[in-house]
């Protein structure tokens, strides 16, 4: 995996996203976002996925920056991964307290996310947004929990151990069509 520095503006906010692999057992993480909790669940994620992260986003309303942080870390963890052979798939189950989360990933550039049990709002948005502009398929189960906190916890656990599984080097893209060939040209 290689680094990647993504900026996302709007009129509603600004996120700055920089991203690679740790460089060993302790990641650096630096996550600065006014919604507490969220940030509390990025910063989750990148100790759980080994990632280093610097994130700063400031914003108008809690929804508009939580979509955005998640759509500008999708953009930056796709970009760090490049187009090398990934094992493309991982899963993972992760109990928390009361609560246990199942997570099954692709990162097969086919954005799609399916999620099943209860979770707070901005946290349902958050997994929606990151897995859309990461263009990963992401299936997402609390299979039990009645703590929303210890749910949304186990599940950005449960993402960063599938995470890690998929982003883990192949030999070969794992597709019977092979790499997907993108160009982007002036249309008419």
Do not use: N
């Amino acid at each position: 995996m290689g680094s990647a520095r993504v900026v996302r503006r709007s009129r509603e906010s600004t996120v700055a996203v920089s991203v690679r692999a740790a460089r060993g057992e302790s990641p650096r993480i630096d996550v600065s976002l006014p919604e507490p909790f969220v940030a509390h669940l990025i910063e989750t994620f990148a100790a759980w996925a080994r990632l280093d992260l610097k994130l700063r986003g400031t914003g108008d309303l809690d929804h508009h920056l939580v979509e955005d942080a998640a759509l500008t870390l999708g953009r930056a963890i796709r970009t760090a991964l490049g187009t090398a052979p990934r094992l493309r798939v991982g899963d993972a189950l992760v109990p928390m307290d009361d609560a246990l989360v199942q997570v099954a990933l692709d990162l097969a550039d086919r954005p799609h996310c399916e999620i099943s049990g209860e979770f707070p709002a901005l946290v349902d948005h958050f997994l929606r947004s990151l897995a859309t502009e990461a263009r990963w398929t992401l299936h997402v189960r609390a299979l039990a929990g009645h703590d929303p906190h210890h749910v949304s916890e186990a599940a950005a656990k449960a993402l960063a151990l599938a995470f890690r599984t998929a982003a883990q080097p192949a030999r070969a893209h794992r597709s019977r069509k092979g790499a997907p060939q993108w160009s982007v040209e002036p249309g008419w």
